[in-house]
């Protein structure tokens, strides 16, 4: 069995402030670990993903994140949030190492940046 | 390359109609899978193919049907539409195990 949770459902930054978005996960088997972001009425796109190798991973439009097994996290960050980062976000998860693993989503966090 | 494409984009339903969400994608992709979208639950899991002729229950497969009779298209079937199956749907696609998934527009599907 898998789940995510990620907390906090909505997080609010100031333009060029730290964007920091948490994840946390449990798996029975090593997990491939995935953030996806969504943009008002259009499906979702990966932004960055781990599976194995380096923990530290980067993504498109300057986020990365970490997987930290000790934790069972994959936090996401930027350095400097802009106005076009206001999307909502997910973690998602799927057991790694398998033929078809099925992807399990946390609820969500919608990402509001203010000028 | 016109990626994971869904139709309709939206659609209005009565209690009890029946009818069937299209899915197609042009990347030959063997994995296919279809979510639905809920405020504040993220997208959980109706049911996936991992290729041509072979389906599988995700977490969520009450009420709705699907078929994958070739690898570019994987229909959702609602059979008897009810207000509970109000949600915007996605169908995903990947090329194998190890690959994220692609992800459609979305039907928003209303139903009253």
């Known amino acids: 069995a898998q789940s995510v949770t990620q907390l906090g459902s909505h997080v609010s930054v100031s333009e060029g402030a730290l964007v920091l978005l948490r994840c946390n996960y449990s798996?029975?088997?090593?997990?491939?670990l995935f953030w996806y972001v969504q943009y008002p009425n259009q499906g979702l796109q990966l932004l960055l993903k781990?599976?194995?190798?380096?923990?530290l991973v980067k993504g498109i439009n300057g986020f990365e994140a970490e997987f930290k097994k000790s934790e069972t996290s994959f936090h996401l960050t930027k350095p400097s949030a802009h106005m076009s980062d206001a999307a909502e976000y997910f973690c998602?998860?799927?057991?790694?190492?398998?033929?078809?693993?099925?992807?399990?989503f946390g609820q969500g966090t919608i990402l509001t940046v203010h000028p | 390359n016109a990626g994971v494409t869904q139709t309709p984009k939206f659609q209005v339903l009565k209690t009890g109609q029946s009818m069937t969400l299209q899915c197609a994608q042009d990347?030959?992709?063997?994995?296919m899978s279809w979510y639905r979208q809920d405020p504040g639950m993220g997208l959980r899991l109706i049911h996936y193919?991992?290729?041509?002729?072979?389906?599988d229950q995700g977490e969520v497969p009450n009420g709705y049907n699907v078929s994958r009779s070739t690898t570019e298209d994987f229909p959702l079937r609602l059979l008897s539409a009810a207000p509970s199956q109000t949600s915007v749907y996605f169908c995903?696609?990947?090329?194998?195990?190890?690959?994220?998934?692609?992800f459609g527009d979305g039907t928003r599907l209303s139903i009253l």
């Open positions: 995903a696609s990947s090329l194998d195990s190890n690959q994220p998934q692609h």
């Open positions: 798996s029975s088997v090593p997990p491939y």
């Open positions: 781990y599976t194995t190798g380096a923990t």
């Open positions: 998602a998860v799927r057991p790694g190492g398998t033929s078809y693993g099925k992807l399990t």
């Open positions: 990347m030959n992709h063997e994995y």
């Open positions: 193919s991992v290729g041509a002729g072979i389906t």
